[in-house]
């Protein structure tokens, strides 16, 4: 099955301090890329779709200058969570669907736990 | 995507199927009934998904009812590493990586 792995798994920063989180495909092509929030007891909440070579698309109320996503190859979209802060201490997680498959199927990583101290 | 409404939480004993229901009756005629389930401290995983035909995997079987207004994942047996939060999302068959997760059911398998 398709893979999608994430990096770090879990990373503990100083406040104001940038993390960068890695997500990748490891056996297919995506073209589009999406990152997710979850706090503790909560569900998933979509934070920006990535798309391949153009600008990510941001949903409402999340700071696209806070959360820089590139995604620059059909296999790796970046996170980069700067000047971050106790508040951005969250459960990230990305998904992909994969360039020629049935489109049906979304394969996500395994999450990445940003602690910011 | 249409709302779905599930139970916050459900218990099951090891080795009983798990019927997990879900409700959706705000569903339109082209969006997918699809299931994820999430362990502890983990991405989501997908699970199954189907329109209107009941569906059957290794995993899971999907049951949709005729007016597809809801619909109910069941584990045939069920196991302890079966225990996770699962989400049923209603949602067009395109882009499967953008969903709108909402709240889930906590399923507990016991000994």
């Known amino acids: 099955g398709a893979v999608v792995s994430q990096h770090p798994s879990w990373v503990i920063c100083k406040s104001g301090t940038s993390v960068k989180i890695e997500c990748r495909s490891l056996?297919?092509?995506?073209?589009?890329m999406f990152w997710y929030r979850q706090f503790p007891k909560q569900s998933l909440m979509l934070m920006a779709t990535?798309?391949?070579?153009?600008?990510?698309?941001?949903e409402q109320g999340v700071e696209k200058d806070k959360f820089l996503i590139n995604h620059a190859s059909l296999t790796l979209s970046t996170l980069t969570v700067t000047s971050a802060h106790p508040e951005d201490s969250s459960f990230y997680i990305c998904?992909?669907?994969?360039?020629?498959?049935?489109?049906?199927?979304?394969?996500f990583g395994q999450g990445t736990r940003l602690t910011v101290v | 995507d249409a709302k779905t409404t599930q139970p916050t939480s459900m218990d099951c004993a090891e080795g009983r199927a798990a019927n997990l229901p879900c409700n959706h009756s705000?569903?339109?005629?082209?969006?997918?009934v699809y299931w994820y389930r999430q362990i502890h401290s983990q991405g989501p995983q997908y699970i199954i998904h189907g329109l209107k035909n009941n569906e059957t995997n290794e995993m899971a079987s999907l049951i949709i009812t005729e007016d597809r207004k809801s619909s109910t994942l069941i584990l045939p047996h069920a196991t302890l590493r079966d225990t996770a939060v699962y989400y049923c999302i209603v949602r067009l068959n395109t882009n499967a990586g953008k969903s709108t997760f909402g709240d889930g059911t906590t399923l507990t398998v016991k000994p």
């Open positions: 056996d297919f092509q995506a073209t589009t």
């Open positions: 990535s798309n391949e070579g153009s600008k990510a698309t941001y």
């Open positions: 998904s992909a669907t994969r360039i020629g498959g049935s489109n049906t199927e979304a394969f």
């Open positions: 705000t569903i339109s005629g082209n969006e997918y």
